[in-house]
């Protein structure tokens, strides 16, 4: 019966690493949405400005259509650091998410080699992986914060 409560605890610890990876699952699926809305946004705002590119050789440009294509390309700009913080964000939990794995295969180690030597490796591996969450939710804020100012810049240039 010993054995068997030894097993039960090495799989609820195990687990602890588990519920982070699921955690960074869903972070990484938010951040991919964004990244995918972002690089969108980025082709859409390049097509447009292609389109200015060939009226700009038939005409002369209006001062409004002069007003958007600057626009578009601030925005490009801005989108394209925006893409760096999500890529950032997404880099930092896949990389947490391997920290987890680390974790949980540690814990199994030392429970099958009966040795307390991989304590602190499990404790760093763990501790690196929240640290390495906490980064990404910085980048997650920061991408956030820069969105917001892009909506910003987009309703004034339409005031």
């Not at 650091?81 to 997404?90: E, F, I, M, P």
């Amino acid at each position: 019966m010993e054995i068997s409560i030894t097993v039960v605890q090495v799989i609820q610890a195990m687990l602890a690493p588990g519920i982070m990876i699921s955690a960074c699952g869903l972070l990484l699926l938010g951040m991919n949405n964004k990244y995918s809305l972002v690089v969108n946004r980025i082709r859409l705002l390049g097509e447009e400005r292609r389109k200015f590119s060939i009226k700009a050789s038939e005409k002369e440009f209006l001062y409004q259509e002069e007003v958007r294509l600057k626009s578009i390309s601030i925005q490009i700009g801005k989108l394209k650091y925006r893409v760096k913080l999500v890529r950032n964000a997404v880099f930092s939990y896949s990389i947490a998410v391997g920290l987890f794995v680390i974790t949980s295969m540690l814990i199994g180690f030392s429970f099958i080699l009966k040795s307390s030597s991989y304590e602190p490796l499990i404790i760093v591996s763990f501790s690196l992986g929240m640290l390495l969450v906490l980064v990404g939710i910085c980048y997650a804020a920061a991408e956030t914060i820069k969105g917001y100012e892009i909506i910003n810049y987009e309703i004034k240039a339409h005031e």
